[in-house]
């Protein structure tokens, strides 16, 4: 029997299980999906610059936390599967040219300033000049403005995520498809894990199955709030790469891979478990392409994917322990930031399992807290995708 059985397999369940057999425990890790399919997989990989000044909130706290085992975890990774997992810092542009996004990029300029954020300030000339592919662009007015974060870094998911199944297998990690249909409970533990393939039992339990995590939490009386919310990319072939660093535009981004391909992101629907990918989303994608880098001679979409992101109502992840029950812990919500937050989040939740006290800042995060709408909330982020398709130059 495991000690620890943690139901899902995408990075967040990978990274801990990777994290637990590091510290000695036998663990297990229960999937239903392939790796291609879960939302890791098909994440940007974008990693913003992060604040850790006196002024941070927990999120920047932990996500500056997390960040920092990237980079760690990405040299040991490299040393024990011999996969690089493409961590590097690019940096980012972030542009605009409609009034409203000038005025949207100044606010993030302020956030970014205030946390210490390294920030270049460009007009549309010196926009052109960093990232000669948007001269276009500027001389037709759709960008006038940007602001450089040499910082910004970006992964390639789908090498970490092969990484972190290498470093798990050679871990020890037994690793089993199947599919968790219900939780055997026992007075104040859960005694199993039942699955179309049998039961699976271990001393412990850990929820990390990403947008499906509520469902399993409610048999556990937790409410969680993690809804799905789908986002669609797609990767396009240059004859050469055009850019040199990851352009955000509002909330879409081109980040340039050092293959010469583009990957195009991502939409933000709110659209129930449906994780299919649309003509109507991978048109808007290439319409912002096109807007920002012209028609390019040679250019081909070589594919479209789209993944179910786990959006908590407040936008933060929820880790810790499941209130009522000795024996299950939760890591789940970490909405457009589980690539980034995955280290962080596995290193936290293997403290607690170990019974280590938490950072008093990771109450923020605590199964138990109350969700309120903040800036960073799904909400918020759905009613910015309808404010910027009405938004006038
Ligand atoms: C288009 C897009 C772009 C993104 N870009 C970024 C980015 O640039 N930077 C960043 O940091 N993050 C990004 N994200 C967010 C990030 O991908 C997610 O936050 C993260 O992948 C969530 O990981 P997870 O392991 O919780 O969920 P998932 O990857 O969805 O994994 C869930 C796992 O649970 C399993 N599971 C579910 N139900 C069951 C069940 N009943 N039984 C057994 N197993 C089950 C699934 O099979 C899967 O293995 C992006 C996401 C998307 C979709």
New binding site residues.
């Given amino acids: 029997m495991a000690d620890c059985c943690i139901?899902?397999?995408?990075?967040?369940?990978l990274s801990l299980a990777r994290e637990l057999a590091g510290r000695g425990a036998a663990v297990e890790v229960?999937?239903?999906?392939p790796?291609e399919?879960?939302?890791?997989?098909?994440?940007?990989?974008?990693?913003p610059p992060v604040a850790d000044g006196p002024a941070a909130t927990a999120l920047e706290r932990f996500t500056a936390f997390s960040d920092r085992l990237h980079w760690q975890w990405a040299d040991e990774l490299r040393a024990e599967t011999g996969i690089d997992n493409g961590l590097r810092r690019c940096g980012g542009l972030h542009v605009a040219g409609t009034r409203a996004g000038r005025e949207r990029l100044a606010a993030a300029r302020t956030r970014w300033l205030a946390a210490r954020v390294r920030c270049i300030d460009c007009d549309g000339a010196a926009v052109a000049v960093a990232e000669p592919a948007l001269a276009g662009a500027v001389a037709r007015g759709t960008v006038s403005a940007g602001v450089i974060l040499p910082d910004e870094a970006q992964i390639r998911?789908s090498r970490h995520l092969d990484a972190l199944l290498a470093s798990c297998r050679a871990r020890g990690v037994r690793i089993t498809t199947?599919?968790?249909?219900g939780l055997e409970l026992d007075g104040r533990r859960v005694g199993g894990v039942r699955?179309d393939g049998g039961t699976v039992r271990a001393e412990r339990y850990c929820l990390?199955?990403?947008?499906?995590s509520e469902g399993?939490a409610a048999a556990l009386g937790l409410a969680l709030s993690t809804r799905p919310i789908?986002?669609?990319?797609v990767l396009v072939r240059l004859p050469r790469q055009l850019l040199s660093r990851i352009v955000s535009f509002g909330l879409d981004y081109l980040v340039p891979r050092p293959d010469g391909r583009l990957l195009v992101?991502?939409t933000i629907e709110d659209v129930g478990f449906d994780d299919r990918t649309t003509a109507a989303g991978e048109d808007g994608l290439i319409d912002v392409a096109r807007r920002l880098l012209g028609d390019v001679d040679g250019a081909v979409v070589e594919r479209s994917w789209?993944?179910?992101?786990?959006g908590n109502r407040d936008g933060r992840p929820t880790l810790g322990p499941v209130p009522g029950w000795e024996n299950v812990w939760v890591t789940?919500g970490?909405?457009?930031?589980?690539?980034?937050?995955?280290t962080g989040s596995a290193v936290a939740v293997a403290d607690m399992l170990d019974g280590a006290v938490p950072a008093p800042w990771l109450d923020a995060f605590a199964p138990w807290r109350a969700m309120e709408s903040d800036d960073e909330s799904v909400d918020a982020y759905l009613a910015r995708v309808e404010t910027a398709a009405v938004s006038p130059p």
């Fill in positions: 139901i899902g397999g995408g990075v967040i369940g229960v999937c239903r999906d790796v399919r879960t939302a890791s997989w098909a994440a940007a990989g974008i990693f998911p199947a599919t968790v249909q699955t990390a199955a990403g947008s499906w399993l789908r986002g669609q990319i992101g991502a789209s993944g179910l992101r786990p789940t970490h909405f457009r930031a589980g690539m980034h937050l995955s």
